[in-house]
């Protein structure tokens, strides 16, 4: 089997991301990044990227100058074998080793190893986690992922929402969060009030800012330690993602502060040795990576494995499509211990039609898909209807 086409497809939803001072549930993101690879035998594979569609798509495009290092994922794996995973992300690794050992050129190369474990798994007629080489579950626990919303009032109605839609874990994240200690503490204590004592919540409080022309969050780290200490009163089950990335130091400040509170991050870091820097050095309870953005599904293995010799917890960061949270539900079957997969509810219909069958939430948990490689299929006529690129 020979690849004979890498596509780096972009899909426009329509709609720019909403003001986070609303209080309905957020559209979503605006552009959306596919890849599709095609073999000589008719098999697919198929994969979402959170990254910046139009910069990934050059990365994939881009023309041959001859020189190994400044190279594009296209040059390097048409006419490759498909099933040659380890030796073709070395191989990517390398042709774009000067401008794209992480962000987009990592992200793309994230998702192209996603697709390649996707055609693997329709070449063997097995879903990924056979080919990963355990399944410790049939279904993992959601949450559902969604924006603070600004007043308490908003807070608990959101909150029984999800209670009705059958979710029994919630993270509130982003939006109005991180610029008033009080104002924060108050959201948080109107969730807990009405989701009672057997829900599971979560907060990601979001390192940057959602404004232009203000895009920085500059809480010290004792205000971030004061309220380390008010979520744990509040039973909260991780603070997530409040720091820089590269703020390992800090990470581990508040974490020394933690007795039942875990610290959470990874869903920006990529490659093995981040996200042991994040646990062995930042103290971080639960491990996030992104497989569309950390390395893939090969580099996902290697972090799953990492946290299950360390005893901390790693759930997926899978706010995307379908895609992504079928790739991260063979990931959470092959950990010995998986706890949550996020669950994007957002209403953009784009988000979460793309596939069939669609995956879905069944009393409060979601289902390992069983089909062959990722388990779902793209619906290509919802991929011309919004192709721009």
Not at 26 to 32: E, I, K, L
Not at 132 to 145: E, I, P, T
Request: proline letters at 5%; a negative charge; charged letters at 25%.
């Amino acid at each position: 089997m020979i690849i004979t086409d890498v596509e780096a497809i972009v899909l426009d939803t329509g709609k720019n991301y909403p003001n986070p001072a609303d209080a309905g549930e957020a559209h979503g993101v605006r552009f959306v990044s596919l890849v599709k690879i095609s073999t000589d035998e008719g098999i697919v594979g198929w994969s979402d990227v959170e990254t910046q569609p139009h910069v990934g798509k050059a990365i994939v495009d881009a023309p041959s100058g001859g020189a190994i290092g400044f190279e594009s994922i296209r040059a390097a794996l048409v006419g490759e074998d498909p099933l040659e995973r380890e030796r073709l992300w070395q191989k990517m690794y390398r042709f774009l080793a000067y401008y794209g050992r992480a962000g987009a050129g990592m992200q793309m190369i994230s998702g192209v190893d996603i697709a390649l474990w996707d055609i693997a798994g329709k070449a063997a007629s097995q879903p990924i986690h056979k080919l990963l080489g355990a399944k410790y579950r049939d279904r993992v626990k959601g949450y559902a992922s969604t924006l603070f919303r600004p007043t308490p009032d908003q807070m608990k109605e959101a909150v029984a929402g999800y209670l009705a839609q059958g979710f029994r874990a919630i993270k509130f994240g982003w939006g109005v969060f991180g610029y008033d200690l009080a104002l924060d503490i108050a959201l948080v204590r109107a969730a807990r009030e009405e989701a009672g004592s057997g829900v599971d919540l979560m907060v990601d409080a979001g390192w940057y800012g959602t404004k232009p022309n203000a895009p920085f969050k500059e809480r010290p780290i004792k205000d971030w330690i004061r309220l380390a200490s008010a979520l744990e009163e509040l039973d909260v089950f991780w603070l997530e993602d409040f720091l820089h990335p590269d703020n390992v130091a800090g990470y581990r400040a508040v974490a020394d502060h933690c007795a039942t509170l875990r610290i959470a991050a990874g869903e920006q870091a990529a490659g093995h040795d981040e996200f042991v820097r994040l646990a062995t050095d930042g103290g971080v309870d639960v491990l996030q990576p992104d497989l569309s953005r950390c390395g893939g599904l090969t580099v996902g293995r290697q972090i799953a494995d990492f946290a299950a010799r360390r005893q901390i917890e790693c759930v997926p960061h899978a706010w995307l499509t379908d895609l992504l949270k079928a790739a991260s539900l063979h990931l959470d079957a092959y950990l010995p211990h998986a706890p949550y997969l996020e669950y994007n509810v957002s209403s953009a219909s784009l988000l979460t039609n793309l596939c069939a069958p669609r995956i879905e939430l069944t009393d409060g948990f979601i289902p390992v898909p069983t089909g062959p490689g990722l388990g779902v299929e793209v619906d290509e006529a919802m991929v011309r209807r919004y192709r721009v690129a």
